[in-house]
């Protein structure tokens, strides 16, 4: 029976809304969004062109009452955390292949995210109910004990729901109503706070990233076409970048040292900033405004975007990609890219674009994929009501 489910499926590539890399330890566990995560890249295990051939392993298959909206992998791989927009985050336990006790809540989840080092999970989260008070959230649970440690509700919409890659605090953001401003929430874990950001006479928060030290977080405004930049402990400005049009997504180099902003504008660009000199030193467009913001390699080398390869040394694409992107490798050497209308999932270079493998094994469509935080497991969303879960078994070829 697992052979037929096996020849049934095709293995995705990642999300969404926003999306996940995956980094070193400590771990960045994917999620299906690429909101957020795409801040902390750092190589792990390498994965081979051959995983989606025949060194692949299907190692389980999780049935499910309806289609899964978000699947997170714990680091060691002992969980894999499900959502599915009902009132509970399912847990399924990896070494036992079985379901445990679920997380239990008043509304729907629908995504969910590990923190770096597995301690805490994260679930953005809507109302059961069309006239609730508070229609959209975010909730924090100590992941080991099952405590909860906060849930946050808001009137319209929480975005951009991202740990610290220290683990220690959570950012996003939230509306409370269509004509407010969208504002930041920066809390701390350790203590419980809410820290104050001062963003006297700037427009509305549309991103933000941490570096990948955790020592600075950046805050881009719609409107007030300004990027900020602050200290993580004294929550003072320490640089400031003008960018006209206002920010749509942003991205630390693994390194920290430049920052990618995908501004707003009747031409969508990418621009690449040197953090130290405060000056641009790539604008990255094709126009086709499909330059959206996905990824740095882990050398810092190249850049990823929805569909193009582009090289920062000499700030010109290297490749195109027909189909959209969804995913890189952990390592940064290979790219997953999905096509709808032949139902496959296409492995190429992350370098040179070029195909490498393809698979069209799989009739039904799939949701996401999701890299697990070594490289070992993928997570596949599908939809017939199935959350699968496959190994590796070529890791001696990397």
């Known amino acids: 029976m697992k052979k037929i489910i096996a020849l049934c499926l095709i293995i995705p590539t990642l999300f969404p809304s926003h999306e996940t890399i995956?980094?070193?330890?400590?771990?960045?566990?994917?999620?299906?969004?690429?909101?957020?995560?795409?801040?902390?890249?750092?190589?792990?295990?390498?994965?081979?062109?051959?995983?989606?051939?025949?060194?692949?392993?299907?190692?389980?298959?999780?049935?499910?009452?309806?289609?899964?909206?978000?699947?997170?992998?714990?680091?060691?791989?002992?969980?894999?955390?499900?959502?599915?927009?009902c009132e509970s985050v399912k847990i399924f336990d990896i070494a036992q292949n079985k379901f445990i006790d679920p997380l239990k809540h008043s509304d729907k989840i629908q995504h969910v995210m590990f923190s770096p080092d597995g301690t805490y999970l994260m679930a953005h989260q809507r109302a059961s109910y069309v006239n609730a008070p508070f229609y959209?959230?975010?909730?924090?649970?100590?992941?080991?004990?099952?405590?909860?440690?906060?849930?946050?509700?808001?009137?319209?919409?929480?975005?951009?729901?991202?740990?610290?890659?220290?683990?220690?605090?959570?950012?996003?953001?939230?509306?409370?109503?269509?004509?407010?401003?969208?504002?930041?929430?920066?809390?701390?874990?350790?203590?419980?706070?809410?820290?104050?950001?001062?963003?006297?006479?700037?427009?509305s928060v549309q991103s933000c990233a941490f570096s990948p030290d955790s020592k600075y977080f950046a805050i881009g405004y719609s409107g007030a076409g300004k990027i900020k930049i602050h200290d993580m402990i004294t929550k003072k400005v320490v640089t400031s970048l003008d960018c006209p049009n206002g920010v749509r997504e942003m991205a630390f180099s693994p390194d920290g040292t430049l920052l990618a902003a995908e501004t707003n504008g009747a031409v969508i660009n990418l621009q690449i900033w040197d953090i130290q000199t405060r000056k641009i030193v790539h604008t990255l467009q094709d126009g086709s405004n499909q330059v959206c913001l996905r990824a740095f390699s882990p050398d810092k080398k190249r850049l990823v975007s929805c569909s193009q390869i582009w090289d920062l040394n000499t700030g010109k694409k290297t490749a195109s990609i027909e189909t959209s992107y969804n995913g890189i490798s952990p390592d940064g050497k290979f790219m997953a890219v999905s096509d709808w209308n032949s139902r496959s999932i296409k492995i190429c270079d992350a370098n040179t674009g070029s195909l490498l493998h393809e698979n069209k094994r799989n009739p039904i469509l799939f949701e996401a994929v999701v890299y697990s935080p070594d490289g070992i497991y993928l997570a596949i969303i599908s939809r017939d009501k199935f959350v699968t879960l496959w190994k590796n078994q070529a890791s001696d070829l990397k």
Not at 61 to 76: E, G, H, K, M, R
């Open 136 to 203: 959209y959230g975010v909730t924090v649970w100590h992941f080991a004990t099952r405590h909860k440690i906060e849930t946050f509700r808001h009137y319209i919409r929480t975005w951009r729901a991202q740990f610290s890659p220290d683990s220690k605090k959570i950012a996003y953001t939230h509306t409370n109503s269509e004509r407010e401003s969208t504002r930041l929430v920066l809390f701390n874990l350790e203590n419980g706070i809410i820290s104050p950001i001062d963003n006297t006479g700037l427009y």
């Open 22 to 85: 995956i980094q070193k330890t400590p771990v960045m566990p994917a999620s299906t969004h690429v909101l957020d995560i795409v801040s902390t890249i750092k190589p792990i295990q390498a994965i081979i062109a051959g995983y989606l051939d025949i060194h692949d392993q299907l190692a389980h298959t999780i049935p499910l009452d309806s289609v899964a909206s978000s699947v997170a992998l714990s680091p060691f791989n002992k969980y894999a955390v499900i959502a599915s927009n």
